[in-house]
């Protein structure tokens, strides 16, 4: 028999696998005896994974097997969107040209093709589907992915690069997905901003947004952060600016300054009424001192700067009662 016949007949048995269940695959091997190799080969936990959630990506480290058993756990699309894969880095990439019409613009010129709404702020986009290359704003992209029933585009926020999809009703990747969600959403990434200095620069942007939320997640604000007592104090004001920039795919601006947690007669000393919660004018966040270091080289930093350990006096009780009392993890 011709070994491309043999090739068919192993590709009809995965496709037709992909339509069963375990237990109809058990008893098809036992009944069927070439399906035993289609039944032990990766190849048909990707037909499965296909089939039956529409998903066809994976981390390059997994096999399929694993990303069908992780997408079982998943079944209303909140970690891996099934949809984003029917985009490759190819169908994506004639969309390159109008991503970099509008981050060449000035703020004045990104108006909606459609309404002509002016969107710097909220960011203009671009609704990836079936090679449409209009340039909207994310009112206009929503109607138009509403005229027509389960029409599955992605839109693509131009200012800050993110993806969302309309379908799941969520952002995509950006540490909020599934590893291999994010791997997919960052391959994407790079087929859109390859091949123009603003295109990539705007992709190390995305990247150290991507990388400040890490840093955020886990060395602010934490219980393993205060539990050594080796940490800094930044006002909270400042700390939630950064905090909902990044949540928005923004990087912020302006330096730390933490003139509102000095003492009034000693501007060198921390506040005793300061604390972590609750009062708004003297509320801080708490950094490790890699955060610390970090957001002082990356943004600077004016007035005093506040350690835990200048803090171990008596009078500095009420603060640690409170820290004791926060509700951080």
């Not at 756990?73 to 949809?83: G, R």
């Not at 990104?110 to 986009?125: E, F, G, I, R, V």
């Not at 540490?175 to 791997?183: A, D, F, L, P, T």
């Amino acid at each position: 028999m011709p070994a491309s016949l043999i090739d068919l007949s192993f590709e009809l048995l995965v496709i037709l696998g992909g339509f069963l269940g375990d237990q109809d695959c058990e008893e098809f091997s036992k009944a069927y005896s070439p399906f035993k190799t289609v039944a032990q080969s990766d190849d048909l936990w990707r037909e499965r994974l296909r089939i039956q959630f529409g998903v066809e990506y994976k981390a390059p480290t997994d096999t399929w097997k694993q990303q069908y058993l992780y997408k079982v756990d998943d079944p209303e699309h909140n970690k891996i969107c099934p949809h984003v894969g029917c985009i490759s880095s190819r169908d994506i990439e004639p969309y390159s040209v109008p991503f970099n019409n509008v981050i060449n613009r000035l703020p004045e010129k990104h108006n909606c093709t459609t309404c002509a709404k002016n969107s710097y702020q909220a960011s203009l986009t671009l609704y990836v589907y079936k090679g449409n290359l209009r340039i909207r704003c994310q009112e206009c992209a929503y109607k138009f992915h509403k005229m027509r029933p389960k029409k599955h585009g992605i839109l693509v926020r131009i200012n800050t690069l993110q993806l969302f999809c309309f379908t799941c009703n969520r952002k995509l990747g950006d540490n909020r997905g599934h590893y291999s969600e994010m791997h997919y959403i960052d391959m994407l990434y790079r087929s859109l901003t390859k091949g123009t200095e603003k295109g990539r620069l705007a992709y190390e942007r995305k990247q150290r947004v991507l990388n400040e939320w890490d840093m955020y997640m886990h060395d602010a604000d934490r219980l393993e952060v205060v539990k050594d007592k080796d940490f800094y104090l930044v006002e909270r004001p400042w700390m939630r600016r950064w905090f909902l920039g990044l949540c928005d795919g923004k990087l912020t601006e302006g330096p730390i300054n933490n003139a509102h947690l000095a003492d009034f007669e000693d501007e060198t000393k921390l506040k005793v009424t300061a604390v972590p919660q609750g009062a708004i004018s003297d509320e801080f966040s708490v950094v490790t001192p890699a955060l610390w270091n970090y957001l002082v080289k990356a943004y600077g930093s004016v007035g005093p700067t506040f350690h835990a350990k200048d803090t171990l006096t008596a009078e500095y009780d009420p603060m640690w009662q409170a820290i004791a009392k926060w509700k951080i993890t």
